[in-house]
Every structure is written in C-alpha cells, then in structure tokens.
C-alpha cells in the first residue's frame, strides 16, 4: 500500500479497477453467524421473492467494499471522512462487481486537504452502486 | 396490492420524524471488527492485530444502528441510499452511545412497484465525552413485493 499525497493527485485521475465477487457466505460471515440478517442474503428464494432474482448482497457490505477501496488508494496516512452512497439495482451473489473510481475534486477545507471521488461497483458493466467519497489526504508541506 | 387512493403514511408515523431516541451502548468489538476485517481480506496496517483501531466500515454492523425502531408500513424494504461519515477512528473494545431518528418519510409513485415509502433514518454516535465519532443514514425503500410489475421478476 502506497502512500497518496494531496499535491499529486489531479482531476478525473482513475482508481484501479478492482474485481471482487461476493458470496452467501462472505454476507453471512461479514455479519458474523450468530447475529440476524435479511434472509434474502443467503437464500436464492426469498431474493427471488424480492424481484431480485438471486440472493441479495448486502448494500453495507458493498459500501465497506468501497471504503476499502478508497482507503488502500488514499494510503495509511489518508483518512476516509464522508462516503455517500445510492444503490441503483440490486446486486446477485456470485456476480463479479468491478469498483473503479476517479477524482472529481480536489480543495483545501479548514487547512485539511480533500479529495472528492466518484466510486461505482459495476455489474455486467452497468452501475448498480454509485458512491461519492471525500478523503483527507496529507500534503507534502 | 395495487396503488392505494390515499397515502399509507399515517399522522403516528409522522410523528416519528425528528424525535431522538433514548441513547444505546454500542460497543466496539475486536472479534467483530476482526472477523469483518478478515472477509474482506483487508490488509491495511492500521487494523492489524494489536493496534486497537477498528476499520471504518465496523459501522455496518454496529448495534444501535439506524433501522432500530424504523416504521415499517409495507413489508419488503430494499437499501436504497446510505451515507457514512466518520470524524475520528472507531477504537477497539471503546463504547459509544448511539442515538437515532427518523428525518424524512414519504410516499413514491412509479418504479418497479406502483407505490412505495421511503424512509430515511439516521444515526450519530458519540464517546464518553460526548464527542462525535461517527453517523450512518439510510433510506429504505419500503414496498409491497406483490405489487411488483411484470417482467422485473
């Protein structure tokens, strides 16, 4: 993990793309077993039930995905601050997702300096998350 | 169900917005946020074994969270639009004080199912000194799913 510092970081930069596939059981450990979820994210049928045509995976487990994400880009001295997230279409497990991201703003608040990105999971190359994330990177000086 | 002539949106549920629950006891659990940590294969120093800081997204587990005492006025919800934001890092075995509310509920025409709610609720969560630490807001979507149109199955 390398480390990211404000100065070098440009407008419509693109994170590496990154493919993860998520799981029943990566849903149900996430929680942790022994603690109640939606069934939908274990059990084909009643993901079915909800029109979603598979089990569901859990939005908080895309958004911690994407939180991840940026944090590994940003580097251990960065700091993920605000992630907003809308979810488009529900995600099927089993499906591959592909996040990538860019930097859509760069500005100096407060004396911290912040950096504003657009992050998407894309499922068969159409958006079903879109996130915007705001992360204090530190600068040089 | 089809569309309802009249909101499904009672004065009860109404009544819910803006009004802060009493506070919980969240605790920041090590074999929770390692286990979390571990699904995710995140190799980040920070949250190593020993360091006592917790990854960021320990709030997608966290009791005391936002659906805690939502009005559910239709039976099927989806997850539409969250939103997380984190002044400080969450410390291992710390406990926080979680206090929710409901800021916006309403009704929408249209979509996959003629008529649903959305219900927005948030959360913050402060440490013993009463200091912010960090806020989780979702909006469900709250629908009937046998009013779903044809051909979403």
Redo the contacts between chains.
């Keep these: 993990?390398s480390q990211r510092y404000y100065e070098d970081t440009n407008l419509d930069d693109e994170l590496e793309p990154l493919e993860r596939t998520p799981t029943t059981d990566?849903a149900i450990?996430?929680?942790?077993r022994d603690?109640p979820t939606n069934p939908a994210f274990s059990d084909i049928e009643a993901g079915?039930?909800?029109?979603v045509?598979g089990a569901l995976v859990?939005?908080?487990?895309k958004?911690?995905?994407i939180?991840?994400y940026v944090?590994?880009w940003a580097g251990?001295e960065g700091?993920?601050?605000?992630?907003?997230?809308?979810?488009r279409r529900?995600d099927v497990a089993d499906r591959p997702l592909v996040l990538g991201g860019r930097v859509v703003d760069k500005r100096v608040e407060d004396g911290k300096h912040i950096v504003e990105l657009e992050v998407v999971t894309l499922a068969d190359g159409q958006p079903s998350t879109r996130a915007n994330v705001q992360v204090e990177l530190p600068a040089k000086g | 169900m089809s569309v309802p002539e009249q909101s499904l949106i009672t004065d009860e549920h109404r009544a819910a917005i803006g009004v802060k629950s009493d506070p919980v006891k969240v605790v920041i659990g090590e074999v929770d946020a390692h286990r979390m940590r571990d699904v995710l294969e995140d190799k980040d120093p920070r949250w190593a074994d020993g360091t006592g800081l917790a990854p960021s997204y320990v709030i997608a587990g966290m009791g005391g969270g936002p659906r805690r005492g939502m009005p559910q006025i239709l039976p099927g919800g989806l997850l539409t639009q969250q939103e997380w934001k984190f002044s400080r890092p969450f410390k291992i075995g710390e406990e926080l004080s979680a206090v929710s509310q409901v800021f916006d509920i309403r009704d929408r025409l249209g979509g996959r199912y003629g008529y649903s709610v959305l219900v927005t609720q948030g959360t913050e969560y402060f440490d013993s000194d009463g200091h912010h630490v960090a806020s989780a807001m979702i909006t469900i979507t709250q629908f009937d799913p046998k009013s779903q149109r044809k051909g979403d199955e």
């Design positions: 993990m990566m450990d996430f929680f942790g603690n079915k039930r909800l029109g045509g859990p939005g908080l487990l958004l911690s995905w939180t991840q944090s590994d251990t700091h993920v601050k605000n992630l907003r997230a809308a979810y529900p």
